[in-house]
């Protein structure tokens, strides 16, 4: 059963803005620790930013200065915020949650929304 859903992601081109978006029906997201992770072909899954329940937030180091991550708990959604885009941006980016006790990288996961990034 899918729990998370993630929305936005597209074709685009080296330079341009996207807007990822979570949600969820049976997860609350102000409890949890949200992330967005993405995997790029031949690659490994990597966490590319994460929110905890109290609002502090980590990027990866690619994309400190491009990408932010937010959440609205009225909406119980979960948002990326990705400018100024590049082709090795270019990945499947899935939505996690985990309670806090949770290994990183357990937890739930969306089925992914895919973001083309052409040079």
């Known amino acids: 059963q899918v729990q998370l859903v993630e929305s936005g992601g597209g074709l685009v081109q080296a330079g341009s803005s996207l807007r990822l978006s979570c949600t969820s029906s049976?997860?609350?997201?102000?409890?949890?620790?949200m992330g967005w992770y993405r995997q790029a072909p031949g690659k490994q899954r990597e966490l590319v930013a994460a929110?905890?329940?109290?609002?502090?937030?980590n990027y990866a180091d690619s994309v400190k200065g491009r990408m932010t991550i937010s959440r609205d708990n009225a909406k119980n959604t979960l948002y990326l915020q990705m400018n100024s885009l590049k082709p090795e941006d270019t990945a499947v980016y899935y939505c996690?949650?985990?309670?806090?006790?949770?290994?990183?990288?357990?937890?739930?996961w969306g089925q992914g929304t895919q973001v083309t990034v052409s040079s």
């Open positions: 929110i905890t329940s109290g609002g502090s937030t």
């Open positions: 049976t997860i609350t997201f102000r409890i949890n620790v």
């Open positions: 996690n949650a985990r309670a806090l006790s949770t290994a990183i990288g357990a937890g739930s």
